[in-house]
Structure formats: C-alpha cells, structure tokens
T-cell receptor
Framework: DAKTTQPPSMDCAEGRAANLPCNHS???????VYWYRQIHSQGPQYIIH???NNETNEMASLIITEDRKSSTLILPHATLRDTAVYYC???????????????FGSGTQLTVLP | NAGVTQTPKFQVLKTGQSMTLQCAQD?????MSWYRQDPGMGLRLIHY???????DQGEVPNGYNVSRSTTEDFPLRLLSAAPSQTSVYFC???????????FGPGTRLTVT
C-alpha cells in the first residue's frame, strides 16, 4: 500500500516558488513527513522533515495541514539546480526501530524552466 | 569528512558470478542500509544494520547477504548474480539522533 501520493511531474519557472504537494491520508500519530530529492540519479538528499508544525530550513519550507493528511514542500526561489525527483516519505519517530526504513514511492519530477 | 563512499561506481557481471559492493562512512553512524533503484522507480530497501554485528532484512533481501563487523563498513554481497539484479545500488547511513540519512553516490550494476 502506497503511504503517500504525489503528482508524477511538475514544472516551475526559475526564480518562482515551487510548491510540491503530497497526500498522506493514512498517516498515523507517530509518523513524521520527510522530504528527500534525487538529482539526476545521484544519491537521494535529505531536505526537511516535520510532525505537525510548519518547518523551515535553508533549503525549503514544509507546510503540514492541521489534520496531517497532506503537506506541501515549498522551494521559495527555484533554480535550475533544483530540477530533481522529490520524494515525500512518512516514517515513524526516530526512536522507533523502523524509523530508518524509508519507503520511497515514485516521487514528483520537478523541472525548473529558464 | 568524505561522508558515504561506495565502490565500485560501475560493474558488469555475468550471470552466476558473485561480487561484493563496498560501502563506508566516516561519520560514526550507527545505522546503515542498502537500497536498490530500478529504472524509473523509487528506492527499495534490501538490508539494514542498526550497529556493528546487527543486521536485518528489508523489503527485497533475496539474493543478497550483508554483514557489519565495524561501524564504518557495510558491504553487500551478491551470491549468484542474476539479470534481475541489474540496478543502481545506494548505501545510506544515519546517526542515532539525527533524522537525516546520508546517501552514497551509487553503484551501477549490470548483469548479463
């Protein structure tokens, strides 16, 4: 069973905000939302994670709805180097034995256009 | 600090051959894992380890063996290569308190 649903592809103009949605309607109370990205067959790169509050770091912002059934990753000023496949993953708290076992879906191919 | 390193970068095997994919990390991470990625697909977990001497199976363990004798190294062994094992293999590591996992650059394996 897929735990997350993401659109297969999205385009974004360079310099504009990229908003990548993720549906995780079956998320349980102890599960976090993680985002990773994979640039052109390189190893995946961690972006951000959150439980229920909105989070921001130097790379992106994560907005999680109040019911926690969906979230949006925001890249505030997309550049050509942000072209990648973005994966939304739900996983238990780090103290759980299964927390590290990431389940990758197909992700969203984000293409940033010049 | 090299992070997670994987060798070789590319490998071609004939059906039935065996080989070991190497993975090393210099961040003193307890957790290490192996994933495979088939074309156009997401990554799937093969095996993982929560510390030296402790390993467990992931989603797709058949045909692969692992061991973890040191914190730094986590080799993946293909016992008898099959064309279905043609894939890109990624190793990852994570610390005890960090949520982030670090991935290596991958090994591209072709089995003919």
């Amino acid at each position: 069973d897929a735990k997350t649903t993401q659109p297969p592809s999205m385009d974004c103009a360079e310099g504009r905000a990229a908003n990548l949605p993720c549906n995780h309607s079956t998320i349980s109370g102890n599960e976090y939302v993680y985002w990773y990205r994979q640039i052109h067959s390189q190893g995946p790169q961690y972006i951000i994670h959150g439980l229920k509050n909105n989070e921001t770091n130097e790379m992106a912002s994560l907005i999680i709805t109040e019911d926690r059934k969906s979230s949006t990753l925001i890249l505030p000023h997309a550049t050509l180097r942000d072209t990648a496949v973005y994966y939304c993953i739900v996983s238990p708290h780090i103290s759980s034995g299964s927390a590290r076992q990431l389940t990758f879906g197909s992700g969203t191919q984000l293409t940033v256009l010049p | 600090n090299a992070g997670v390193t994987q060798t070789p970068k590319f490998q071609v095997l004939k059906t039935g051959q065996s080989m070991t994919l190497q993975c090393a990390q210099d961040m003193n991470h307890e957790y290490m894992s192996w994933y495979r990625q088939d074309p156009g697909m997401g990554l799937r977990l093969i095996h993982y380890s929560v510390g030296a001497g402790i390993t467990d199976q992931g989603e797709v363990p058949n045909g692969y063996n692992v061991s973890r004798s040191t914190t730094e190294d986590f080799p993946l062994r293909l016992l008898s290569a099959a064309p279905s094992q043609t894939s890109v293999y990624f190793c990852a590591s994570g610390g005890q308190i960090n949520y982030e996992q670090y991935f290596g650059p991958g090994t591209r394996l072709t089995v003919t």
